[in-house]
């Protein structure tokens, strides 16, 4: 009898509630929207690499090795020998290692020089593999891989001639024009700093600069240095002592990091605006539940007699308390099932947009354990806004009582 009566009441203001419910599921749909995307965006950020047991490059901070060898942000100081390379590589506790060197670029991107075992080797998201849209990994000294954003945003097919610059800033007498590369193959969206890349071989990378004064002109073009290399180890027991015996590595000051306790550091210096987004999206919900209890409010005046009615057939003040708590319920249990069909809906047709060009890679689950407890919180904020029309209606059904 509860909810029918409270099922009709709201009928027959439906103009109203309907606004309320609109207003309602905007904010609700704003916030379930950040916290989706906050949620997806720390994830998507803290698996850019996995798999890998270490990053090892000159002695410098973490932060520092980190963004130079993942995200290809800033500008290295200095590089690690070739000696060492040498020495990671055939350690006996290694399985494998992948060299990256930078220092050039291409119309904004920026080159990694590096080896086919990036391809065989490299995974993000939790042992997800590179793979090609098209052709296959560089084979020749010539042959160089683009990102999916490289390709998209210049156009570029396999098969295209590409020039690459010497350093950050693109300019006419910095670019290898003598020695043009060739599009061998394009990665597929990973929404990592990969899709903003273009990979050449180390030899490559030393035949491009071959004509360079002080350059390593030697016949074999084998590398004098390397920017930092990721390994792989055979067991990842034996990662700390690994870690511990390239820092203390006598020959040069190497630093070995662990890339996800790196990642979360950095992620927790972005922390800032992560909680002003939240910030922003709780004070829109505020905004819309302070619509409704004005609603339910507003309301009262015109349902005096209504409620006078109830006092007459019997129902007591507590009825009406409950009455009105169970309005402001479906009204917030209604905009959340739209809030959540919207958020659906937007999920599959914005995934594919969302990944190419931000590089957002929403998980197939939406709903994750944080959202059902926000969820919770917003019902519980809805049952509290709630307590002052309903507060309203027990006194008046009570003066109702006393009068007669």
């Known amino acids: 009898m509860l909810l029918k009566l409270a099922w009709h009441s709201l009928a027959s203001r439906l103009g109203t509630v309907m606004l309320t419910v609109l207003m309602m599921s905007v904010s609700v749909f704003v916030l379930l929207s950040v916290e989706n995307i906050r949620h997806q965006a720390k994830e998507s950020f803290q698996q850019s690499v996995s798999d890998v047991d270490l990053i090892v490059g000159p002695r410098t901070g973490q932060i520092n090795l980190l963004l130079y060898s993942i995200f290809h942000i800033g500008v290295p100081t200095h590089n690690l020998s070739w000696d060492s390379y040498r020495m990671l590589q055939q350690h006996q506790d290694v399985a494998w290692t992948t060299p990256l060197s930078l220092g050039d670029s291409h119309k904004g991107y920026r080159v990694v020089g590096t080896e086919q075992q990036l391809f065989e080797h490299f995974r993000y998201r ?7 849209v098209s052709g296959r990994a560089f084979k020749e000294t010539y ?128 922390g800032g605006v992560e909680q002003t987004l939240w910030v922003i999206s709780l004070l829109v919900l505020l905004g819309a539940l302070i619509g409704m209890v004005n609603v339910l409010l507003l309301s009262m005046r015109e349902r005096q007699h209504e409620l006078a009615v109830l006092r007459a057939l019997g129902y007591r003040p507590g009825f009406l308390f409950a009455l009105l708590q169970l309005e402001a319920l479906l009204i917030t249990v209604s905009s959340i099932v739209i809030a959540l069909v919207a958020l659906g809906v937007g999920d599959i047709w914005l995934r594919e947009w969302l990944l190419s060009e931000f590089g957002l890679f929403l998980s197939e689950s939406l709903l994750q354990a944080d959202i059902w407890r926000l969820l919770a919180g917003i019902l519980l904020a809805a049952i509290i806004s709630a307590l002052l029309p309903a507060i309203n209606a027990y006194r008046q059904g009570l003066n109702r009582q006393l009068r007669t």
């Open 143 to 270: 042959d160089a891989v683009v990102g999916a954003e490289v390709a998209s945003s210049l156009g570029y097919q396999t098969g295209d001639e590409i020039v690459l610059a010497h350093g950050i800033a693109d300019t006419s007498f910095s670019r290898h024009d003598n020695h043009p590369f060739r599009i061998s193959g394009i990665l597929k969206p990973t929404g990592t700093p990969v899709d903003r890349s273009v990979f050449i071989s180390l030899t490559g990378l030393e035949a491009m600069h071959a004509d360079f004064p002080g350059a390593n002109t030697a016949p074999d073009l084998t590398p004098q240095s390397v920017t930092a290399v990721m390994l792989g180890l055979k067991s990842k027991i034996k990662t700390f002592t690994l870690q511990r015996e390239i820092n203390s590595y006598s020959a040069e000051a190497l630093q070995a990091i662990l890339p996800g306790v790196a990642l979360s550091s950095l992620w927790s210096m972005l």
């Open 126 to 132: 939790s042992d997800q593999a590179l793979a090609f």
